[in-house]
């Protein structure tokens, strides 16, 4: 691979350091909260940012560099500018109403020489960040190119902590974050959340189609670029001209909650292609999953087999009986004996175990009122999948199966990639060819109107506006991890969670394990939080499908507990950041979508806390009943999870609510409307 690179010859666009009186044009936001300016001095062509007339990113090169091509210098050409302002609706969401308020300025960047290739950097400014991205418009059609490096810096003009993992890793996505200074980062993925005093920003990417994903690294100890997962032979990006790259986004926040309240990052994607998504419905699920983890079934065949058509409609009658939509079956397909992850290759996507009816069992949900969720794991064996891909859906669609978990558990970086010549070749998870792939299955599961659940997935840039039956994905260490006790995640990180990872969009993280110690002593190979703070989850990670991933009679054992469970919807009319603190706390509000019920949770690290919250969130003159889902007393995650009180209070948009959270505790509360 570093051959490969070497032997390229770039033509660099990048940033080089000059005098104050370069040549820039500026591009305020809608409330002239943030000013970003663009320009080009000495050939190179810079961006820098300020909010509220002080400096946010200091000067931060841009361009990009191709295979074979020489250095040339860039200039400013013609600017346009533009405005805009709509509010448009989501299929589902976190938020119903959207509103979209930003000014744009495009400019064009041209070359010194005749063959160079001219190119417009476009910036869109709002008032909570900022997208910018290349637009080589003028190529020629049909003129491939390659993309050597992506040289987009960011240089974050005061000291700052970075809340990050590492890129690259084996796990892919599935790590625990850190905090540390940022010159202690090497390469970490985004989104990359960073933190100064006073301020907040965080670091991602927007509709990213056809396009390697972006990482970040440190090439100086305030400076962050941009570095695109390669392909095997060390190339970026392949490209046909015209193209655009993905949108480079930073949203800027004086607080955690500005940060994840914010709707841009939808904004910067293009609307609805699809048309009629009413197949991709919000809602919870129940499912054969969590007893593989523990190790009571397995996925394989043989006695403990989990995915038999006696144990899926135990399931089915469990979800009808409770008011759940949808059955998660994982399992049910040939392919899973042996060592699966090393040969996705023998997986069927239509062809079923023997002890498993997919016609019998779908009939069964259907006369009970319930959707099997389907379930297609790869193993990252992509040519596998993409040729069953087609009969794998339309036996889904004959049976009313409209949803569909998708997987693919493989080491980063062996993700096998088959060429004509027959040849094997290893691409990251996240490289261009997974992004093509991932697009390919979202456009032909749209086809027999299928809506998408994906684990071990590229990362989620937004584009559920565009192609809205890419629900919700995984893309992070969810609770399966808390099974697995190697060790499980701590209490800080569902803080953490939803100002890093759940700002690229929503998390299918199966919440709401009511067995917390699962017969396991040693707390940290236990789930690390009490009952109240599993309830909570529903609230404060965000997900238009939710599982209730314990087993059923451990719902049964705390049934008044999983009232609130039943209850909580997974689809939003908007929501509230109320308070948060990034690794110690945070309390989330969320409406009803369609209703006048309000719902919150909170969760805390391993430390207790008293919170007070105003409830200036409910609608003025209303009167209300709280019901309360929270720690007792004496509840702590290491000695006493599963103490809980619920109670009854009336309360309005006047009151205060005091919240004592238990160590690695929660609450978790409906407001209800009184007529």
């Known amino acids: ?31 002239e909260v943030l000013r970003v300016c ?21 000067r931060s090169a841009l361009g990009l560099t191709f295979v074979g091509e020489k250095l040339v210098n860039v200039t400013l050409g013609e600017i346009r500018r533009s405005t805009h302002d709509e509010t448009w609706e989501q299929p589902w969401g976190e938020q119903r109403l959207i509103r979209d308020h930003h000014n744009e300025m495009r400019v064009a960047m041209r070359g010194d020489t005749p063959n160079s290739k001219s190119f417009d950097i476009v910036v869109r400014a709002f008032d909570e960040g900022f997208g910018l991205r290349y637009d080589y418009h003028g190529m020629p059609s049909n ?97 046909t001209g015209p193209f655009q790259t993905p949108w480079r986004t ?21 609307p609805n292609k699809l048309g009629d998504v009413s197949y991709a419905r919000p809602g919870k699920y129940v ?83 319930v959707s099997l969720i389907g379930h297609n794991e790869t193993a990252g064996a992509l040519a596998n999948y993409e040729s069953q891909m087609v009969a794998g859906f339309e036996q889904y669609a004959k049976h009313g199966v409209h949803s569909v978990k998708t997987g693919y558990v493989k080491p980063n970086g062996t993700i096998q990639r088959l060429t004509p010549d027959g040849q094997s070749h290893n691409e990251w998870f996240a490289g261009q060819y997974l992004v093509r792939h991932h697009q390919l299955v979202a456009e032909t599961a749209a086809k027999y109107r299928i809506a998408i659940d994906a684990h071990e997935p590229v990362k989620d840039t937004g584009l559920r506006r565009t192609y809205p039956n890419l629900m919700t994905r995984e893309g992070a260490r969810g609770q399966e991890f808390n099974a697995w006790g190697n060790p499980t995640n701590p209490p800080e990180h569902v803080t953490i969670l939803p100002f890093t990872r759940l700002l690229a969009g929503p998390m299918d993280f199966t919440p709401g394990i009511f067995d917390i110690a699962a017969g396991k002593r040693e707390v940290q190979k236990r789930v690390q939080s009490t009952l109240a703070n599993q309830l909570a989850l529903y609230v404060v990670i965000y997900s238009p499908l939710h599982m209730a991933a314990d087993l059923p009679e451990n719902y049964e054992k705390h049934s008044e507990a999983f009232q609130f469970i039943k209850d909580v919807p997974t689809d939003w009319e908007r929501s509230r950041t109320l308070d948060a603190r990034i690794g110690d706390y945070v309390v989330v ?7 006048e019920d309000w719902y919150l949770g909170a969760v805390t690290d391993e430390q207790p806390r008293s919170l007070s919250v105003a409830l200036d969130f409910l609608q003025p003159g209303r009167r209300y009943q709280a019901q309360i889902y929270r720690d007792e007393t004496d509840a702590d995650y290491r000695t006493n999870a599963l103490a809980q009180v619920i109670e009854r209070r009336t309360v309005s948009s006047t009151d205060r609510l005091a919240l004592a959270l238990g160590p690695g505790g929660g609450a978790a509360i409906r407001f209800k409307v009184l007529q």
């Not at 666009?13 to 936001?29: H, R």
């Not at 930073?250 to 293009?270: K, W, Y």
Request: glycine share 10%; with cysteine; charged share 20%.
């Open 38 to 58: 663009v320009g080009a001095e000495d050939g190179r062509a810079f961006y820098e940012v300020s909010r509220r007339g002080q400096p946010v990113l200091k």
């Open 287 to 369: 499912g054969i999953w969590w007893e593989m983890h523990l190790n009571r079934s397995t996925w394989g065949s043989g006695p403990k087999h989990g995915a038999t058509t006696a144990n899926a409609k135990r399931y089915i009658d469990f979800a009808a009986k409770h008011g759940f939509g949808g059955v998660l079956v994982e399992g049910w397909n040939t392919g899973w004996d042996g060592d699966w992850i090393a040969n996705g290759a023998g997986f069927s996507f239509t062809q079923a175990y023997p002890d498993f009816d997919l016609a019998g069992v779908t009939a069964y949900a259907r006369s009970k009122g």
């Open 143 to 239: 003129q491939e190119v390659a993309i050597s490096d992506e040289l987009t810096q960011f240089r974050p003009a005061a000291r700052t902590q970075a809340w990050w993992f590492e890129a690259y890793q084996k796990e892919r996505d599935e790590y625990l974050y850190r905090r540390t200074p940022l010159e202690q980062l090497t390469k970490a993925e985004t989104p990359l959340t960073l933190e100064s005093p006073g301020l907040f920003l965080s670091i991602h990417e927007a509709a990213l189609i056809d396009y390697a994903s972006m990482t970040l690294r440190l090439t100086a100890p305030d400076t962050l670029q941009a570095d695109l997962m390669p392909w095997s032979d060390g190339v970026k990006v392949r490209r």
């Open 589 to 595: 509000a969320r409406q009803q979508r369609g209703g």
């Open 1 to 31: 691979m570093k051959s490969a690179i070497g032997a390229m010859l770039a033509c660099m666009l990048g940033f080089q350091a000059g005098s104050a009186d370069a040549a820039t044009e500026c591009v305020a936001s809608p409330g």
């Open 250 to 270: 930073v949203l800027i926040s004086e607080t955690p909650g500005g940060l994840a309240d914010s709707r841009m990052e939808l904004n910067l994607n293009e």
